[in-house]
């Protein structure tokens, strides 16, 4: 299996700016997570899908932030408009709900809003 | 408090045992889980604990629970310099909930 893939790797953006983040999960798991990295505040839990719904979205910080997953094999989170406060690192993870329900994480996509 | 609570920092020398400490917060938290993560990478899974369990071997990995007391701690027998990298503590608290992760610790191992 190819693991989580997350598109683009890297992206360098101006502030006002729309921010599409991708994500494709493994095959045959059922919950999808997107995560923000950032020095200050460490691992952020943004969002939680099961079964392509939302579950728990408390963690996304404002309107400004989006995220949807049309089916079990794609996800996006969008940032519109970018703020400089944004830039963070964001990873998509996928797992498969059951009794160890084990995370699997992508590589991650460095986000700089200047 | 809610937060899983890690110390930030431990260096080490190489060959000598690594031992990074943990404290979540959920008594009844079903699994808990040790990632590491290497510069410029995500997070990859080492190896996790179900909560019935005291100890756990894999390898050079040790995973020890204190249920009582809740702390999880992860040995690493004869470090390597390719040890080094962040460890992050995760705790499931229920099912169909999100991993809560503790802020990682990182190992600096020198030789």
């Known amino acids: 299996d190819a693991g989580v893939i997350q598109s683009p790797r890297h992206e360098v953006t101006e502030m006002g700016q729309e921010v599409t983040l991708r994500c494709k999960p493994i095959?045959?798991?059922?919950?999808l997570f997107w995560y923000r990295q950032t020095m200050m505040r460490g691992l952020e839990l943004l969002i939680y899908?099961?079964?392509?719904?939302?579950?728990?979205d408390s963690g996304m910080p404002e309107d400004r932030f989006s995220a949807k997953m049309p089916n079990a094999s794609f996800s996006t989170l969008k940032i519109q408009p970018s703020e400089p406060r944004d830039s963070a690192v964001y990873f998509c993870?996928?797992?498969?709900?059951?009794?160890?329900?084990?995370?699997?994480f992508g590589p991650g996509t460095r986000l700089l809003v200047l | 408090g809610e937060d899983v609570e890690q110390s930030l920092f431990l260096s080490v020398r190489e060959g000598d045992s690594s031992v990074i400490n943990c404290t979540y917060t959920?008594?009844?938290?079903?699994?808990l889980y040790w990632y590491k993560q290497e510069p410029g990478a995500g997070l990859q899974l080492l190896t996790y604990?179900?909560?019935?369990?005291d100890m756990k071997q894999d390898q050079r990995l040790t995973v020890l629970l204190n249920k009582k007391d809740k702390h999880l701690s992860l040995r690493i027998a004869d470090t390597q310099t390719g040890d080094s990298a962040i460890y992050f503590c995760?705790?499931?608290?229920?099912?169909?909930?999100?991993?809560?992760f503790g802020k990682g610790t990182t190992l600096s191992v020198s030789s």
């Open positions: 993870a996928s797992g498969q709900t059951g009794p160890e329900e084990t995370q699997y």
């Open positions: 095959s045959g798991h059922n919950s």
């Open positions: 899908f099961n079964n392509n719904v939302p579950i728990d």
């Open positions: 959920d008594s009844s938290s079903t699994y």
């Open positions: 604990i179900f909560s019935n369990m």
């Open positions: 995760a705790e499931k608290r229920q099912a169909g909930t999100a991993l809560i």
